[in-house]
């Protein structure tokens, strides 16, 4: 067996660590549509900010400069725009991966995304801690409105 077989073994043994653990965490969102929930199995923001962005953005949303630069989102005046965090999950930006649902028949296990409820979720939290005090929530209508025919699943 070649070495990436091995580091794909390697992340499939990782994988199944996980995601019982992610589906423990499902309950937080008590009546919220199950679709909703996605591979997470939580529309809470601050999980979802827990599990997926604070790897690179880090906790309180420091960021981090160093080997890569992971930007900071307290004090990112760049936030002020929702539409631009939706458009940033949606599509990725450089070296930040997309979170959009598509199928890679060529992979045997999904790709890391987020719903549209999810992804309106994170960012009302993200704007709201760390110091961000932006007021004007998004809805995932307005998330699923920003959808890139490209990146539509
Ligand atoms: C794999 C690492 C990684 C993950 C995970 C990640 N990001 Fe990013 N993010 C980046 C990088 C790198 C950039 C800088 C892109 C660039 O060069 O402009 C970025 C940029 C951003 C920006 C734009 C900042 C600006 O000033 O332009 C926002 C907003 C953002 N990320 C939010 C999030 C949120 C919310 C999540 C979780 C759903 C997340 N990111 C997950 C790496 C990541």
């Known amino acids: 067996m070649n070495t990436s077989a091995l580091a794909r073994l390697a992340s499939i043994g990782m994988l199944c660590a996980v995601l019982p653990a992610l589906a423990a965490s499902a309950g937080t969102a008590a009546g919220a549509d199950p679709a909703d929930n996605g591979m ?49 999950i949606l599509n990725g930006r450089r070296n930040m991966p997309s979170f959009v649902h598509v199928e890679h028949p060529e992979f045997f296990f999904p790709t890391t995304w987020l719903s549209d409820t999810q992804i309106a979720n994170v960012i009302n939290y993200v704007r709201s801690h760390f110091g961000n005090h932006y007021d004007n929530p998004i809805n995932p209508a307005e998330v699923a409105a920003l959808h890139t025919k490209e990146s539509k699943p």
């Open 40 to 88: 997470l199995g939580t529309t809470d923001g601050m999980q979802i900010y827990t599990q997926i962005c604070q790897g690179c953005h880090m906790s309180e949303g420091r960021g981090a400069i160093g080997a890569g630069y992971y930007p900071a989102l307290a004090g990112n005046p760049n936030l002020a725009s929702s539409n631009y965090m939706a458009v940033t």
